[in-house]
């Protein structure tokens, strides 16, 4: 159990595009996740805390305007990269609480590479 | 807000010895000390973690320590072998709840 998935996996794309990552809870519900940032041989970052059904919470230093945050229900959360640059290059990686245990332990997805030329 | 500091960034050991890698944490609320073992390009896997009303907790060769009075952890690899070479993360939650990470350790085990 306990499953985490996230859509794509992989993703290039131009510079001034926008792309949207989906982070999946498949079999419990996620009252939150949240979206970590990595750069080649650094730690996880965290951007933003995503509340279902409220805004998305995020980390000192991260623009909201620039990532999106949608958590629409208790098993999707999306994350847009919007107007995307090179610098924006990375490793998003995803992680949710499973609601139902009331645990602090969070399930982390596969990650997305994001590669913007 | 919470701050983790890890040590060593690097850590070469030879196969069947012992590793130990330190974190300290700073915020005195935090109950919540997980460590990750991430191979290239793939996910965080939780490998142990030990919450603040704990000392100590042991699963077949890995340990964890946990000091709350210096607020210092340590994770314990025994008996290594060449598949435990990763990057390993301690992390400690703040005082919300949320994840902070240590930066890091990369472990690397030498037949």
């Known amino acids: 159990g306990a499953v985490v998935s996230q859509h794509p996996s992989r993703v290039i794309c131009k510079s001034g595009t926008s792309v949207k990552i989906e982070c999946r809870s498949l079999?419990?519900?996620?009252?939150?996740m949240f979206w970590y940032r990595q750069f080649p041989k650094q730690s996880l970052m965290l951007m933003a805390t995503?509340?279902?059904?409220?805004?998305?919470?995020?980390e000192q230093g991260v623009e909201k305007d620039k990532f999106l945050i949608n958590h629409a229900s208790l098993t999707l959360s999306t994350l847009t990269v919007t107007s995307a640059h090179p610098e924006d290059s990375s490793f998003y990686i995803c992680?949710?609480?499973?609601?139902?245990?009331?645990?602090?332990?969070?399930?982390f997805g596969p990650g997305t590479r994001l590669t913007v030329l | 807000g919470e701050n983790v500091e890890q040590h060593p960034s690097t850590l070469s050991v030879q196969e069947g010895d012992s590793a130990v890698i330190k974190c300290t944490y700073s915020?005195?609320?935090?109950?919540?000390f997980p460590w990750y073992k991430q191979e290239l390009g793939k996910r965080p896997q939780l490998i142990i973690d030990?919450?603040?009303?704990?000392g100590e907790k042991k699963d077949q060769r890995i340990a964890v320590t946990l000091n709350k009075t210096a607020k210092h952890f340590s994770l314990h690899i025994t008996e290594t072998q060449p598949e435990d070479s990763a990057v390993y993360f301690c992390?400690?939650?703040?005082?919300?709840?949320?994840?902070?990470f240590g930066a890091g350790t990369q472990v690397v085990v030498t037949p």
């Open positions: 915020d005195s609320a935090s109950n919540y």
């Open positions: 992390a400690a939650t703040d005082s919300w709840g949320k994840l902070q």
């Open positions: 030990i919450r603040s009303n704990v």
């Open positions: 079999d419990f519900q996620a009252t939150t």
């Open positions: 992680s949710a609480r499973d609601a139902g245990q009331g645990v602090d332990e969070q399930f």
């Open positions: 995503s509340n279902e059904g409220s805004k998305a919470t995020y």
